[in-house]
């Protein structure tokens, strides 16, 4: 191998915005199978919506919105500016934990309330209502999160987190060269497909917890090298575990530091241009 060359493609890529950490990734990029993305922030524009209230809308936004005071995750940011938009004054709550990959529970007025997904519900029983309501936003491709106080669902919130314009052709463009496109998201099965269906990605992997999204990128690596694209806290482990770990520059700082690749410009069509550039990069070094 001989540095210059490296140094010149990496240079190269640089310009593009494409930073390409180390010499790993360019071997290890000839034979990747499979590329992996994560859902939110990186197919999806990561700034999701309210869309839909189900139960009394002011009830179920205090209830949710003084929970979520306390949450840095998207869904939460999303709850709070549609509080505020509609002049909801939330109680300060107590207690407050988050259950990664699951929701948030506290106290709140008194009474132990939470928001979260049906794995944060243990013994909480949802009603028939509830439940089509549910599957009809999820089949909008719609997150949707149960609002709940002593042990008892008081209503639903729908979120949307649209495809970035440029998903669709970044992942046809990796199909056209014959790889496979996984989605790992903890987000549902429904909404997930919904998403995946709209940008054309092969293959749903919903409902990991963040814990074992790097097992995930494991049990693909069984059928060859594999790309991790992502984003989110959640991701690092995953974009370390992958064969080429790439990380999108508007991420988390461990996310970046966990990645091979960084894409400056959060282009997704650039997980292609990334993978080409250092194709060409290790076969001129080799
Ligand atoms: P992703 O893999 O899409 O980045 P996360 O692992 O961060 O997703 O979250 C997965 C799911 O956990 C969310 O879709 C939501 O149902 C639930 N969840 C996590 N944090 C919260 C929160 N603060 N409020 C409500 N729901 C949450
Ligand atoms: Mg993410």
Do not use: C
Request: hydrophobic residues 40%; proline residues 3%.
């Amino acid at each position: 191998a001989t540095p210059t060359a490296l140094m010149v493609g990496t240079g190269r890529s640089a310009r593009m915005g494409i930073l390409i950490k180390n010499g790993e990734v360019l071997e290890a990029v000839n034979d990747v199978k499979t590329v992996i993305f994560d859902k939110t922030g990186t197919i999806t524009v990561g700034k999701p919506q309210v869309t839909d209230i189900v139960g009394d809308t002011t009830q179920v936004l205090k209830i949710a919105a003084s929970l979520e005071a306390s949450s840095e995750h998207p869904l939460a940011t999303a709850i709070l500016k549609n509080a505020k938009d509609s002049g909801i004054d939330y109680s300060p709550a107590e207690n407050f934990s988050a259950i990664e990959g699951k929701g948030v529970r506290a106290v709140v007025d008194g009474k132990s309330a939470f928001v979260g997904n049906a794995k944060l519900l243990n013994d909480v029983e949802v009603s028939d209502t509830f439940k089509q309501q549910m599957a009809t936003l999820q089949a909008q491709a719609k997150t949707v999160v149960f609002v709940g106080q002593n042990h008892q669902i008081v209503g639903l919130i729908a979120i949307q987190d649209a495809p970035k314009p440029t998903s669709k052709d970044a992942i046809s463009a990796l199909k056209s060269q014959g790889l496979k496109t996984v989605m790992l998201t903890g987000d549902n099965q429904a909404v997930s497909q919904a998403i995946a269906s709209q940008v054309g990605i092969d293959q749903v992997v919903a409902d990991v917890l963040p814990a074992d999204k790097a097992d995930q990128v494991k049990q693909f690596q069984s059928t060859g090298k594999v790309a991790f694209v992502g984003d989110g806290i959640n991701d690092a482990p995953a974009l370390s575990t992958a064969d080429v770990g790439i990380a999108m520059g508007s991420g988390t700082d461990i996310a970046i530091e966990s990645g091979g690749i960084v894409l400056v410009k959060n282009d997704l069509r650039d997980v292609y241009k990334a993978l080409e550039l250092s194709k060409k990069t290790f076969n001129r070094i080799k």
